[in-house]
């Protein structure tokens, strides 16, 4: 498969793996690293960047499956076993390994068979502060511990072994699956046996479909015909994936086709191209400039999920978008820089190339019929064809204290402490590096007004930070912690000079 993806002109190969499933031994660690090798060596000597990411995630049991029963293990050995590996690649080129958080794991595998008792540990957490704890930056395991311990529970409650004649948290919900059947696929992985896909082959009987050994587990839904059975609606005689290339329609859909065998015949030289894209979808009509409005619930969609809603709303309004050429053809869309996650906006702006001219009315209209609920377009701009997004030097934030009278004075005041200040050191830490900043240069001016509502102007001529980053950290070195649940920050407006 590798070489194949090599020869069709992929650049990049990445490999998932679950570590930390029952029997599994260091010596099937270090298989992990040999099937990186094998995957990376079947590119051949004539790839250039040529990159192999090996995932690793360690593995949390889950209600309803035949590992439910099985303990996970203990946050020291999922170190050691990534270092084990990590050990391993820094030795080998063109090869780089990623892990999930040890730490979110632990904390996954406490709710994956967690029961009714974690409901109040959630609350409590939350009002620790444990809030965006499925981003890395805004997670921390200490307040989900302290809420654990000041209910009287422990994290290895949820992560211990249970026995197979245990009553489970889960026991009273019904997923079609029967208890028998995990017990028996349970035995056979622990056997290191394969079940074989029941898509393909005989039914293993696991309680799901109507067979001759009895009627489906899963409860008829209202309405539904006396005569429907559940059944194996796609099983066939043999796998179905078959050698295709992919290309795109006039219409930018994906359509699917055999190789030729002048396609082969350059796959097998090493030579091959990428699909050939149809003339007029790469074609640059129109090039616009929208602005937008981020408010509410869209405050905590990423940047990446944005961008996918604005492809579907365009696409939705017929727009005819202009496409990238190469082995993945993208609609030519360009964002501005990427907000944090929970910060809103009044002036948000993104490019769009079509290949086609449209009347700016329309497209602003079309595309507002089918945003989500926060999400608007505000304006819409035409552009010169050459013209590039040039990143604001200067934008405006308001900042909100959404507590009591007393919370917002004593954020008031600490707004105004911080427009007092000189400077405000701030050693801050990236992935790679640690960088000493001062925080008030990127400040250029800070108003209050009379409802204790911040307005600030940033610089970011010397840099770009975030500006939820910079905000906290600005408050907490004038002497106030304000949880990111207690206030709204929201940008304003965008400024080039």
Same mark, same amino acid.
């Given at each position: 498969m590798c070489k194949k993806l090599f020869e069709h002109g992929w650049q990049q190969v990445k490999l998932y793996f679950m570590i930390g499933l029952p029997t599994e031994t260091d010596e099937d660690l270090l298989a992990?690293?040999?099937?990186?090798?094998?995957?990376?060596?079947?590119?051949?000597?004539?790839?250039?960047?040529?990159?192999?990411?090996?995932?690793?995630?360690?593995?949390?049991?889950?209600?309803?499956?035949?590992?439910?029963?099985?303990?996970?293990?203990?946050?020291?050995?999922?170190r050691r076993r990534v270092n084990l590996v990590l050990d391993m690649v820094k030795k080998e080129k063109r090869i780089k390994l990623r892990w999930h958080e040890p730490d979110m794991s632990l904390l996954e595998g406490v709710f994956s068979r967690g029961d009714r008792c974690l409901a109040d540990v959630v609350e409590t957490a939350y009002r620790k502060g444990a809030i965006f704890a499925s981003w890395m930056e805004g997670f921390s395991l200490d307040p989900w511990l302290e809420a654990l311990a000041e209910h009287g529970l422990t994290v290895e409650e949820y992560t211990r072994g249970r026995e197979l004649d245990e009553p489970l948290p889960w026991d009273h919900l019904e997923s079609g699956v029967s208890r028998e059947f995990l017990l028996r696929e349970r035995q056979r992985a622990l056997a290191e046996e394969v079940t074989d896909d029941c898509r393909y082959g005989s039914c293993h009987v696991c309680g799901v479909c109507d067979t001759k050994a009895g009627p489906s587990r899963l409860e008829r839904l209202p309405?539904?015909?006396?005569?429907?059975?559940?059944?194996?609606? =796609?099983?066939?005689?043999?796998?179905?994936?078959?050698?295709?290339?992919?290309? +795109?329609? #006039?219409?930018?859909?994906?359509?699917? !086709?055999?190789?030729t065998a002048e396609e082969l015949k350059q796959a097998a030289s090493g030579k091959a191209k990428p699909p050939a894209l149809a003339p007029h979808l790469a074609v640059k009509?129109?090039?616009?400039?929208?602005?937008?409005?981020?408010?509410?619930a869209a405050i905590y969609l990423s940047q990446l999920e944005l961008q996918h809603i604005f492809e579907?709303?365009?696409?939705?309004?017929?727009l005819p978008l202009s496409f990238s050429q190469g082995f993945h053809p993208l609609p030519l869309l360009s964002f501005g820089?990427?907000?944090?996650?929970?910060?809103?906006?009044?002036?948000?702006?993104?490019?769009?190339?079509?290949?086609?001219?449209?009347?700016?009315?329309?497209?602003?209209?079309?595309?507002?019929?089918? =945003?989500?609920?926060g999400l608007r377009v505000t304006a819409v701009e035409k552009l010169s +064809?050459? #013209?590039?997004?040039?990143?604001?030097? !200067?934008?405006?934030?308001?900042?909100?204290?959404?507590?009591?009278?007393?919370?917002?004075?004593?954020?008031?005041?600490?707004?105004?402490?911080?427009a007092a200040a000189a400077s405000l050191p701030w050693k801050r830490e990236t992935k790679n590096k640690v960088r000493d900043l001062?925080?008030?240069?990127?400040?250029?001016?800070?108003?209050?007004?009379?409802?204790c509502i911040c307005i600030f102007c940033t610089d970011w001529?010397?840099?770009?930070?975030?500006?939820?980053?910079?905000?906290?950290?600005?408050?907490?070195?004038?002497?106030?912690?304000?949880?990111?649940?207690?206030?709204?920050?929201?940008?304003?407006?965008?400024?080039?000079?």
């Open positions: 992990i690293v040999d099937l990186c090798r094998k995957a990376r060596d079947a590119a051949g000597p004539g790839i250039k960047r040529m990159q192999i990411t090996a995932s690793l995630s360690p593995f949390v049991p889950k209600p309803h499956t035949p590992f439910q029963w099985e303990p996970q293990i203990s946050l020291e050995e999922i309405g539904m015909d006396e005569a429907f059975r559940y059944g194996n609606a =796609l099983n066939r005689d043999s796998r179905d994936q078959e050698a295709h290339s992919i290309s +795109l329609d #006039q219409y930018g859909r994906v359509i699917v !086709r055999g190789r009509a129109m090039h616009l400039g929208l602005t937008y409005s981020r408010k509410g579907r709303v365009m696409r939705k309004a017929a820089r990427a907000l944090p996650v929970g910060v809103g906006s009044e002036h948000e702006q993104f490019s769009i190339f079509l290949r086609e001219p449209r009347p700016l009315q329309e497209i602003l209209e079309g595309m507002n019929r089918s =945003l989500p609920l +064809l050459q #013209q590039k997004y040039t990143p604001p030097i !200067r934008e405006s934030y308001r900042m909100e204290h959404l507590g009591k009278d007393e919370d917002k004075k004593r954020f008031c005041e600490a707004w105004q402490r911080i001062d925080a008030r240069a990127f400040f250029t001016d800070i108003t209050l007004d009379d409802s001529s010397k840099g770009y930070i975030s500006p939820l980053a910079l905000a906290i950290h600005a408050l907490t070195a004038v002497g106030l912690a304000v949880p990111p649940q207690d206030f709204l920050l929201t940008k304003i407006r965008t400024l080039q000079a």
